[in-house]
Each structure stands twice: as C-alpha cells, then as structure tokens.
C-alpha cells in the first residue's frame, strides 16, 4: 500500500533547479532507502516530505506530494500537524541542550499528548524502549542529552522523534557520524520501528541500503533514476547508470 | 647559493622580534593603566578620610536664650538658636582674640557647625550648661592641611589658609584634638559647594536610576528587535537596509543623542528635566543597537541543528524560537547588555546636555527626581576651583570604576555559568 505519493516534484534553490520531475511510491511500514552521489539531490527530497524546505527563503517545491492521499503542498496545510506526523532524524546528532527527559518529553508537551505528569513518564520510557536505549539512560534522566556518545544521541534523537507516535520517520543519513558498532545498533532499531512506522531513510553506505531497506529509489543529478525493491536495484537493475554506481563506478 | 643555515637563523631571529614587539606593546599598555591608576589612586584615597577638631563648647543657657534654672525640654533646645554658642566657644580657644580673628577660627570649621552642636545637645541634653568636648567637621581647607595636600610655604596672601588659623590649628593639633575618620558623608551626601560636605550619593543614585530606567527601555525593544530580524524577518533589501543603519546608529557620537533627547523627550514630551529617567531613556537609545548587535550575534551562535530538531518536532517557529533559541543566546545577549550598559553609566555628554549636569543637592528618591550623575559629578568637579574637589574627583572616578568592574565581572560571570556547550 502506498504511505506517500510524489508526482511531478520539482524543487528550485533560487535560480537553480535541484529536482526534475519526481515520481515515487513509498510503501507503508516498510523501510525505503534513497541512495545516490553527494548532491545528487535525496536529502533535498526527503525534506520535502516534511516541508523543511519551507526553513530555507531561497527554496520553492513543485509539484504534488500525498500522504495518506492529502497533498501536503496545497495551500493551508498545516506544517506543525505535518511534522507532528512525520518525524525526522538528522545526520548529526542534535539533541536539544536540555535533560534526556526534556528531550524527549518535549515533542508530546508542546502538542498537548499527555493529560498528566505519569502519562508523560510513561510516553518517555516507551519512546527510550523502543529506541533501545531505556536500559542505559534510567537512571539518569535529569542529565543533559548533550553529554551521551554520539551513537546513544542519535538513538536519542529517534526516541524524540517517536514521542510523538509519527506515521512516518524520515532519516537523513542517521548513521553518518557513527561508528560501526553504533551503527549496527541503529540498523537493527530501524528494522524494529518498521513495524510500525513507515521509514525514509537517506544514505550514502550501500550495504546499509541494502541491509535495512525493502524499496530502493537511485537518485542522480536531482532526478530519480531507478526506483525498485532493494533486491532488484541491487541485484538486476533496469539502468545502466544504476549498475555503475551500484558496482562502484562512479560516485 | 643561499646559506640554509643563516637563512634559517634569520628566520628564528625575525620570529623573535616580533614576539619582542608584541611583548612590548603589552608592556607599555600596561605601564600606561599602571600610571592612570597609580595617579587617581594617590590623588583620591584621601578622600575617604575626613578631619574631625575636637574642641570645647560652652552649651551656656545665655548663649542660647533659654532659663538657666530649669531643665529645658527636647522640644525648646530643638527650638534654640546655637550660633551664639559656637562663636563663644570659638573666641575661648584663644582669650585675645579680636573679632577679625573669632570670624578667622569660625572659617576653620564647616559651615554646618552650628548644626553639629546642636545635634550633640540633642542626643546628651544633660550637657546643658556644662562645657563639654564635641567634634566638629573641619574646613576643607584645614582638611586639606592636615592631610598634607596644602602648600603652607606659599606666602600668606595667596593662601585661603590664614597664619593665623594654622597657629591655631597647630596648637589644637599638638593637644591631638584633630583626628581623621573614615569619610561616611562622601557616600551618604548630596553635591555640595563645601567641599568638606559634598558627597555623591545623589549622583551615584542617579546613575543607578538612569541605567535601570536604561535598561528597562532597551532590553526588551532590543531583544524583540533583535529575534525578529534574525529568526523572523526575510533576508531582503529591506531588512539589509535596517541591518546597516543599526550598525550605523552604534557609531554615532553620544552628544547626537543627547541633543535628541533634549529636542524630543524635553521640548516635545515635556519631560521633566534633569531627572534619570529623561538620561536612562537617552542614554537607552546608545544602548539599543548595542544590545541588537550582541542578542543577533548569540542567536546566530546557536547552531541550525537546534532549529531544525524543534521545527521538525512540530514546533511552531515561535515555539522554536521562545523554547530553544533565545534561552540558548541569552548568556551571549545578557554580557551584551552589561556591557551596553557599562558604557552607558561613562557616557557624560547626552547627560549634560539634558541638563543632569545642574547641581542637584538632593537625593532623588526615584527617577523623576532632579539628579547628578557619576561622570557629570567628575565634571563638576573637575571644574571647581577648590582645592578640596580635586581629591573628590579622583575618589569619584574610583568609585565609578569599581562600578564598572564589577558590571564587567558580572558579564562575564553569567557568560561563564549558564553558556550551554553542544557537542
């Protein structure tokens, strides 16, 4: 079943087009991976499926993108009630300079999800359980965020994201900055949270694409080249282009 | 054919040059301040010293017009007159003197003697009648004297100090009856035109209220103009436009200000004039593009990642901005404000030209009380003649120094302990 449906999107950055004509599919609960060369255009597509091209003055967005068949680009949509359904994680770390608790309480507070303070407690573990990373942090939930390893921030950073129930989690590279040990624990949390979240995940590792993902979409020069289940894009893709940088060709 | 090794000699020897130069330029900076405070220093500390003559006085029921025979209430002494007392006491510090020399040893003393004796009667009516040792502030010529500032070699006629009064004074001074306290009524009194009395209490007071009143005016204008343009406001010619006048409005000379004030806040709003609250609002207008610059500066120190992790969260822009952004600059924005301020609290030239250079022997109770200030009270003082004021300026520009250390300090205090450090 189709969670979100890209037609024709195009995206500009002043003069300059970064996205030509996209049209893509993405599956409900299962996990698509957009890989593709450094500016090739994934990270400015993910973000349009949250409108957090909407930070940047410069930018303007094309075309027609439906989630949950509403098209998210039609006037009057609301962008907090977007994001409140389509969480994102971000190639750096960056949890907020406050305590794991605030950190993570803060996305049901400002949108009013818990009706007291035991509920909120509770919104707060299950978010750190289902990041995994419950068992490390319990015990000192009034320390700030700032002060974990890289990879228990980032884990941070998706139970933040989770708080809030998101249908959708985009994820821009999460895994980046991580070493490998982090990483694999990113990785088997992302086939967790499958179960129940629709992930976009953005990467620039292939063997992470083809270890977490179902779909793949190829991105190249800002347009889309291939979009596929991972095992055909992987093992059989249709493009040549696709092939070459599957095989380490380019990019 | 280059010689390596001289070429590389030559190269540690330049680098040990410059090192020297700079080592140098710190050195002579230093000398500089070292010179400036040894001066005030040396001239002020006696400032903080005020000489006290202790001598007889005769509380003779004649002298103040009252029944010799019955114990007069607090209320008829509170009533009576004390000249005479003082004048009488005064001659029997020396039995021949004429009167030209009792008007000669009355000068010896601050004016407010007879206010003195009076409140000693006061606080010991059982005095009355007898004669008892009471303290008196001395003339600040005699202050002067005592402290050794006064050049007793000059010859009589360009002296304030008469022979006359010295030999006086000296023979109190062998009987050890003159003595130096620690000045209290530098602090507590008003401006003075007797140097021995005058303090700057109304224009510490004063300065205290106008940069209150500053900072009342300018933080929150300047924090809402600051957050507006930089997390809210589009980048366009408009907004580049304002950015270059802001920057342009921190360079104007402060006397622009003052001129505005007057024309403005006293010609058009009828302010009323002399008070802090007409200074701390012209002198807020300088602190403004101050405060701007510091709250634009921290809140584009705050790193996008926070921006985007609240956005992405579903926060509002408001929400991004009130939650995370702001509480993040405001160390940043905060020492920005001291500093401001510091600034403000020197700043001399809009102050006279509001007219809180009149001289104001009040303390202000509050802001639209007539007032001096710290650097107009250095001004006025400066330009008095008397020998006495010129240890007073000194005291006076220590006392606003250690002010603005201390507001210095505190900048960067609250810098230090609330900066959030991200990864």
Same mark, same amino acid.
């Given at each position: ?23 893509? !599919? ?9 890989? @593709?060369?450094?500016?090739? @255009? ?35 949509? !609301? ?32 949108? @009013? ?7 909120? !407690? ?49 994820? !821009? ?79 | ?96 003197? +004429? ?77 050890? =009856?003159?003595?130096? +306290? ?65 920057? +342009? ?158 507001? +210095? ?10 900066? =959030? =450090?991200?990864?």
């Amino acid at each position: 079943m189709n969670k979100i449906e890209a037609k024709n999107v195009n995206v500009f950055y002043g003069e300059k087009q970064a996205l030509f004509d996209i049209n893509m !599919d993405i599956q409900e609960k299962q996990v698509t991976a957009l890989i @593709g060369p450094s500016g090739c @255009g994934k990270s400015t597509f993910l973000r349009c499926l949250n409108r957090m091209n909407d930070v940047i003055d410069i930018c303007k967005v094309e075309g027609e993108i439906k989630i949950n068949d509403y098209n998210i680009n039609q006037k009057g949509t !609301d962008v907090v009630r977007l994001r409140e359904k389509i969480g994102m994680v971000f190639q750096k770390p960056n949890p907020f300079p406050k305590t794991l608790y605030e950190n993570i309480s803060y996305g049901p507070e400002i949108h @009013g999800m818990a009706q007291s303070k035991d509920e909120l !407690d509770q919104i707060v573990e299950d978010s750190l359980k289902k990041a995994a990373l419950w068992n490390e942090v319990k015990d000192r939930l009034n320390e700030p965020g700032t002060g974990l390893s890289g990879g228990q921030q980032q884990r941070l950073c998706i139970a933040r994201a989770i708080s809030v129930k998101p249908e959708v989690i985009l994820m !821009d590279e999460p895994c980046s900055a991580l070493d490998p040990i982090a990483t694999a624990q990113i990785e088997e949390l992302i086939d967790e949270l499958k179960k129940e979240h629709t992930i976009v995940i953005v990467t620039h590792s292939m063997s992470q694409a083809a270890r977490v993902s179902q779909q793949t979409g190829f991105f190249h020069l800002g347009k889309l080249i291939e979009v596929g289940s991972t095992d055909k894009i992987f093992k059989n893709p249709d493009q040549q282009q696709t092939q070459d940088y599957i095989t380490g060709r380019f990019g | 054919m280059i010689n390596r090794e001289e070429f590389l000699n030559k190269r540690y020897k330049s680098e040990k040059r410059f090192q020297f130069y700079g080592k140098s330029a710190i050195v002579l900076a230093l000398l500089f301040l070292a010179v400036f405070l040894f001066k005030i220093f040396s001239t002020g500390y006696t400032a903080f010293q005020k000489t006290w003559i202790t001598i007889p006085i005769n509380y003779d029921p004649e002298f103040m017009y009252l029944d010799a025979d019955q114990k007069p209430s607090i209320q008829d002494l509170e009533d009576s007159e004390y000249f005479d007392v003082g004048i009488e006491s005064f001659a029997a510090l020396d039995q021949n003197a +004429n009167e030209d020399q009792i008007t000669d040893i009355k000068r010896m003393f601050a004016f407010i003697f007879e206010e003195e004796i009076k409140y000693h009667i006061l606080s010991n009516p059982d005095d009355f009648g007898k004669i008892v040792e009471v303290k008196l502030t001395a003339s600040d010529d005699l202050d002067q004297v005592f402290k050794g500032n006064y050049p007793r070699e000059l010859p009589e006629e360009r002296r304030r100090v008469t022979d006359y009064q010295l030999k006086i004074f000296d023979k109190l001074n062998a009987e050890g =009856k003159v003595e130096s +306290n620690f000045n209290f009524s530098f602090f507590t009194n008003a401006d003075s035109r007797e140097a021995e009395l005058a303090g700057i209490a109304s224009s510490f007071m004063g300065s205290l209220f106008s940069i209150l009143v500053c900072l009342a005016v300018s933080f929150p204008v300047a924090l809402l103009a600051a957050i507006y343009l930089e997390e809210f406001a589009p980048k366009n010619r408009l907004t580049d436009f304002i950015e270059v006048n802001i920057n +342009n409005l921190a360079a104007v000379p402060s006397i622009v200000f003052g001129l505005l004030g007057l024309g403005v806040l006293l010609a058009v709003f009828g302010l009323p004039r002399s008070t802090p609250l007409v200074g701390g609002i012209t002198l807020s207008l300088m602190t403004l593009p101050t405060i701007i610059i510091a709250a634009r500066a921290s809140l584009k120190a705050v790193p996008p990642s926070i921006r985007e992790a609240a956005l992405a969260m579903g926060a509002s822009r408001m929400q991004t901005t009130l939650h995370h952004t702001v509480p993040l600059s405001l160390p940043g924005t905060l020492s920005g404000t001291i500093i401001g301020l510091a600034q403000a609290l020197g700043e001399t030239a809009p102050l006279i030209l509001i007219g809180m250079v009149a001289f104001v022997n009040t303390i202000p109770g509050s802001p639209m009380d007539p007032a001096a200030s710290l650097p107009v009270q250095i001004y006025i003082w400066a330009e008095s003649a008397e020998r006495g004021f010129v240890e007073k300026v000194s005291a006076c520009i220590m006392v606003l120094l250690i002010f603005l250390v201390l507001m +210095n300090l505190a900048a960067q205090m609250i810098r230090h302990k609330f900066e =959030k =450090k991200w990864n």
